[in-house]
């Protein structure tokens, strides 16, 4: 019974940033995150919830920002579908901003951010 409370104790205290896989520290010192749980298959494409921490305030003040992106597996590119900025880091605190942006697609460049995140996320 007591390792049980203490296995829940242990679960609760864990912060929400636990399931976040660090991708890359820019070189702005922005830490750009992917959300495993998050991945959606559909055919060849892949859908995933991305966040960018920033190591300082935004334009609109914000401290990160939340992007919703869809990879073409096959074609190597993507695009936006939606993206939320926040006051705080790791997607905490007020929401700044909230927009629905299906975008235009676009091809992945080698050695960027964009295709690390297509090779974790098109990974069998």
């Given at each position: ?10 679960v ?11 991708m890359?520290?820019t ?24 966040i960018?921490?920033?190591s ?6 914000e401290m ?11 074609e190597a ?17 007020q929401?700044l901003?909230?927009v ?5 697609w676009?091809?992945?460049a080698p ?7 297509l ?6």
């Open positions: 019974m007591r390792v049980m409370l203490m296995l829940l104790l242990l609760a205290a864990t912060p929400a940033a636990a399931g976040l896989v660090k890359v520290v070189e702005n010192d922005d830490v750009v995150y992917i959300d495993p749980a998050t991945i959606r298959k559909f055919g060849n494409l892949r859908r995933v919830r991305v960018q921490d920033l300082k305030k935004g334009p609109g003040g990160s920002r939340r992007v919703f992106w869809e990879y073409d597996c096959v590119r993507y695009r936006g579908l939606a993206a939320t900025s926040y006051a705080g880091p790791l997607a905490s605190g929401v901003k909230s629905e942006i299906p975008g235009d676009v091809d992945v050695e960027t951010v964009d295709a690390l995140i090779k974790t996320v098109c990974a069998p």
